[in-house]
């Protein structure tokens, strides 16, 4: 395979603000569906009208993102890499000071391993696609390679693998270098296993071929001795109803010849069903020491099994007679009752009473357990074991005794990372969900989690010259210790956050709401400079999900998976959630349960189980509105049949539309009594999004995601009679899948898609699509929102944290627009700061507090224009020049005049020769817009004259020459067409009196 090259712009400041335009490629193996999809990107993104748009981060930084592996950079102290799931590679050279990406340019930022070449520093190798098996782990395009610490990348194969647990690298050959490929997710077959070069990724060879789901998890190479090398190999099928964690495939390999052969180990290693995800790792000290972390899912005996530290637990129930629960103590039935969120009509003496009367069994209250989240943490299987090899693998034993629960609970699958230290064989550290280490070889182990680091752990690098230096990936973000783990520094400076959903209210500036993976649900202002250190305030917990905001007093309703909501408001709130009764089938809630408010009364709540639910009173009571909206049968350990999308009709109360995750569209016009399945016509795949349409009262919108059948094909619908009939409207999309659809609230021929990509806009409801805007990675777009008033497009993106553009010059865009050689959109006004008004600093950056106003216009062929700045006398006091794109451009001006051109104009507003200086008529200051006299009367002191002339006055003392407060018109020209639009800049508002008022006196004042 001939290697592709292209080259990535350095920088922090460049990646994020930059062209949507990518270096072209020739990718390895083009043929494969991934790089079609990604040509047709390219391709689209090189045509689209709204190149000139650009996206801005706002952020958040402070709860950082999931990270996958650490790296770092031999010769440079303070250097190393971090990459994240979704959010790609950075890069920081100054110990996380600041970090630069370096994957914004790549067509896929979805990372599962790094390695740094120990012979050639510079070099960086980067396996695309995480191997944790989550809900939202996505698939990548195969391994890049950077000769450059980042700079530039080729592309050097394996884009089936899917994706990538693992790389290591020869430390005496570059150019020998194996893979660990985890494959596809959720479907069998494709290639998976061990992949070696002998050519630095010319050509791959596998050596360990994975059948079915087994595939490569883990990879690790005797650093004394090459030519011995180690494999963990995991079988384990999921889909959208359930995960298979375990099975026989799943094992230990070695090689003896650098990964060209291998042999399975025993020698008293778990084999069977039900081993599942193997971690490696192996004593630099002494090689011949390696430990193996196996989530073990054969069940515990029962005499082992940890039933809880309470009296009552869903443990204790599953052996508890009728006499043993009613013989409890009903405060210990009250806080089961509660902390078990039944029925809200139930108390300790209503339960007593009905398990007395034989109305409820024990075996009821069981069954009422059976509960998504509770499965996550009541386990009864082995789960982490620890075994270690005292002779290079040949013969294994567990290291301790009891189990070690608590640590990766049912979802080991997330973790199975082990490290050992690099000085010390017997010191070992286990990542879970708590950090536990121990000193004597896993016979003993103790917990090494300080409260300020996140959960969740992913990646642990500890230095090889100081093992007291380590650096700890998270769900959080980077954290780094100088002590052994002792303390940590939080080195979050990246907006890497894994949105869910956004939403906006109506706050000046509005603010923007999201809820995020693993890091709860965050608020911050839309107008947020993260690179200065601004940021959001976290308002919920857990892994944060749908955000509704009541525009009437802000209430906010936030929540976490499998449907836990909460109310905040001025009258303090409470829970949102609908509860079935016992003894009733249990309600299924998603992952990501939808909650939407109604947009004729803020009281109404809907909320979305596998039934519809309504609350007339904010959530406190609800009534089922539907029965059960899914159809399928299938049934697992991961909550499935549930309705994944709702949306009411903004023109017509009790229109709503519910999509679910097996595939179904319903409508109701009738508040719940008439649902009609509209699904008859459409894929049988996943709803990501149904949109009810605020322009047409019987148009809707539907997307299907299917992700969980490892298909990323676009598919996107439009009805315009309720459901009874649909087309297709993906069009030219390339095969990404599709996360969600927002129609334009203005211009109803308008739409925008997020995919696993990027964003996407029609101009003619789904005819034909376009890229829109420039700067955002080619990240997965969670969600979209345009904000009613501000007429700005909001991303929720998973991985980078959320983006900002304008959408307002596509909202204007209209056919006679079109059809213009040139034309400027409307121009926002603008308030002055009077801290304009000086001279610049020699020693301070001062350019972040400066203004900036962004002109927008529309060209319908490229070429070199002029843009003119008028007084309200149309005097020139601005004249820049412009290189123009068809389409949409933007224009950055930063408010600075012409001092010839300004001085000039300021003399010919007063009609008076330039050398009479003394005869300037007024002009508005930034302090004062009121009329005075003019300069030489009597009735005014001769110094007030430079208040006139504010312009004179910024020369005479050396301030910068910024535009004074004013009516303006902005003028362009460009091929002989010529278009104006009006810009306004506001004075500041007057000083406040620093003395308080004087008591009016009654009589004279009043």
């Known amino acids: 395979m001939r290697p592709a090259v292209f080259a990535i712009a350095s920088g922090a400041l460049a990646l994020l603000a930059a062209s949507s335009s990518t270096p072209a490629l020739t990718p390895a193996e083009p043929a494969t569906p991934a790089w079609k999809a990604w040509q047709q990107h390219q391709t689209l993104q090189q045509e689209s009208l709204f190149n000139g748009l650009h996206w801005r981060s706002i952020g958040p930084t402070v709860q950082g993102g999931r990270v996958l592996d650490v790296a770092s950079i031999p010769g440079q102290p303070y250097g190393f890499y971090v990459a994240y799931a979704t959010g790609g590679v950075w890069k920081t050279l100054n110990n996380g000071v600041t970090f630069t990406p370096l994957s914004d340019q790549l067509p896929v ?558 409508v109701t016009s009738g508040g719940g009594n008439d649902w009609r399945n509209v699904s008859a016509r459409l894929p049988d795949h996943w709803v990501s999004r149904v949109v009810a349409s605020s322009h047409a009262l019987k148009r809707a919108y539907v997307s299907f995601n299917n992700y969980r059948n490892d298909d990323a094909s676009a598919m996107l619908y439009v009805s315009d009679d309720l459901g009874s009939s649909w087309r297709s409207i993906s069009s030219n999309l390339p095969a990404e899948a599709i996360n969600v659809v927002r129609e334009d609230p203005l211009s109803a021929d308008v739409l925008y898609v997020g995919t696993d990509r990027g964003v996407y806009v029609s101009l003619d409801r789904g005819a034909h699509w376009q890229t829109f805007g420039s700067g955002l990675p080619k990240v997965p777009v969670h969600d979209l929102v345009i904000h009613p008033r501000d007429r700005e497009i909001v991303a929720g993106t998973h991985g980078r944290s959320v983006w900002i553009a304008d959408v307002l010059p596509v909202q204007e865009l209209s056919a006679a627009v079109r059809d213009k050689a040139l034309h400027v959109f409307p121009i926002d006004p603008m308030t002055a700061d009077r801290g304009w008004r000086s001279r610049p600093s020699r020693w301070f950056d001062e350019s972040g507090d400066l203004p900036v106003r962004t002109i927008s216009y529309w060209s319908s062929a490229e070429g070199s224009g002029t843009l003119s700045v008028l007084d309200k006398d149309k005097n020139v006091v601005k004249e820049l020049g412009f290189q123009a794109k068809r389409g949409i451009n933007t224009l950055d001006w930063d408010l600075s005049v012409d001092q010839a051109r300004a001085l000039a104009a300021e003399l010919a507003a007063s009609g008076t020769p330039a050398s009479d200086t003394d005869s300037s008529p007024t002009t508005p200051s930034f302090d004062d817009q009121t009329t005075r006299p003019a300069a030489g009367s009597s009735a005014e002191d001769p110094s007030a004259s430079a208040a006139r002339t504010p312009y004179a006055e910024s020369v005479r003392l050396g301030h910068r020459l910024l535009l004074v407060p004013g009516k303006y018109t902005v003028q362009m020209r460009l091929a002989g067409a010529v278009s104006e639009a009006g810009f306004e800049l506001k004075a500041p508002e007057p000083y406040k009196p620093r003395a308080p008022a004087k008591p009016k006196l009654r009589g004279r004042d009043d």
């Not at 599962?112 to 520093?121: E, K, R």
């Not at 995960?243 to 990964?259: H, L, M, N, P, Q």
């Not at 193996?292 to 069940?299: L, T």
């Not at 996550?376 to 567990?398: H, K, P, Q, V």
Request: overall charge negative; charged content about 25%; proline content about 4%.
């Open 109 to 666: 930022t979805v990372t599962g391993a790094i390695a740094v070449d120990p012979l050639l520093p510079r070099r960086l190798w980067i396996g695309s696609g995480e191997s944790n098996a989550s809900r939202s782990s996505y698939g990548g395009m195969g391994v890049f390679v950077s000769d450059d610490e980042g700079a530039s990348f080729r592309h050097v194969g394996l884009s089936d693998v899917d994706r990538i647990a693992r790389i290591v690298v020869h430390p005496k050959d570059s150019n020998r270098v194996c893979v660990a490929a985890t494959g596809r997710l959720y479907s069998d077959g494709g290639r998976r296993g061990v992949f070696c070069t002998q050519d630095a990724g010319g050509n791959w060879t596998q050596t360990l071929i994975g059948s079915g789901r087994t595939g490569a998890i883990d990879l690790v190479m005797d650093p004394k001795n090459p030519r011995l090398v180690y494999a963990a190999m995991w079988e384990h099928a999921r889909s959208a109803w359930n995960f298979t964690e375990s099975g026989a495939g799943s094992g230990i390999y070695k090689s003896s010849d650098g990964g060209n052969s291998w042999t399975r180990l025993d020698g008293g290693f778990p084999q069977g069903a039900h081993v599942g995800r193997i971690g490696l790792t192996i004593a630099a000290s002494d090689p011949k020491v390696l430990y193996a972390s196996v989530d073990n899912w054969q069940e515990l005996p029962a005499a082992e099994q940890d039933l809880g530290d309470r009296p009552l637990s869903a443990r204790r129930l599953k052996s508890m007679s009728k006499d043993e629960f009613l013989a409890q103590d009903p405060d210990e039935i009250e806080a089961f009752i509660r902390g078990n969120d039944l029925d809200t009509e139930l108390d300790a003496k209503t339960l007593i009473a009905r398990i007395r009367s034989d109305e409820l069994k024990v075996q009821d209250l069981v069954d009422a357990l059976n509960d998504a989240e509770a499965a996550l943490f009541n386990t009864d299987i082995r789960g982490l074991e620890i075994y270690r090899s005292n002779d290079a693998g040949a013969t294994w034993r567990r290291t301790h005794e009891h189990p070690l629960s608590e640590v990766t609970y049912t979802y080991g699958y997330y973790f199975g990372q082990i490290r050992v230290a690099p000085d010390n064989p017997q010191r070992i550290y286990v990542l879970g969900v708590p950090v536990v280490v121990s000193e004597d070889g896993g016979a003993s182990f103790k917990g090494m989690n300080q409260h300020d680091v996140h959960v969740d752990h992913h990646a642990w690098w500890i230095d090889p010259q100081n093992a007291r230096r380590m650096i700890n990936g998270n769900d959080g973000g980077v954290d780094i210790s100088y002590d052994g783990g002792a303390t940590w520094l939080k080195l979050d400076r990246q907006p890497v956050g894994q949105f869910y959903t956004v939403n906006v209210d109506m706050a000046e500036p509005y603010n923007v709401y999201g809820g995020l993976q693993d890091n709860g649900t965050l608020k911050g202002s839309s107008r947020t400079n993260w690179e200065r250190g601004e940021d959001w305030s976290m308002i919920g917990g857990g892994d944060g999900m749908h955000v509704a905001i009541d525009p009437r007093d802000n209430t906010v309703y936030t929540g976490y998976q499998f449907g836990y909501y909460n109310r905040k408001g001025p009258d303090g709130g409470g829970q949102v959630r609908p509860r079935e009764k016992l003894k009733e089938p249990a309600l299924r809630y998603n992952w990501n349960t939808p909650v939407v408010l109604s947009s004729h009364n803020q009281d109404v709540v809907y909320f979305a189980a596998n039934k519809l639910f309504r609350s007339f009173d904010k959530g406190v009571s609800w009534s089922a509105i539907s029965g059960d909206l899914t159809t399928s049968r299938q049934r697992g350990d991961v909550p499935f049949a549930t309705i994944t999308s709702i949306s009411e009709s903004s023109r017509q109360f009790g229109l709503i539309w519910a999509g679910t995750d097996d595939g179904n569209v319903w």
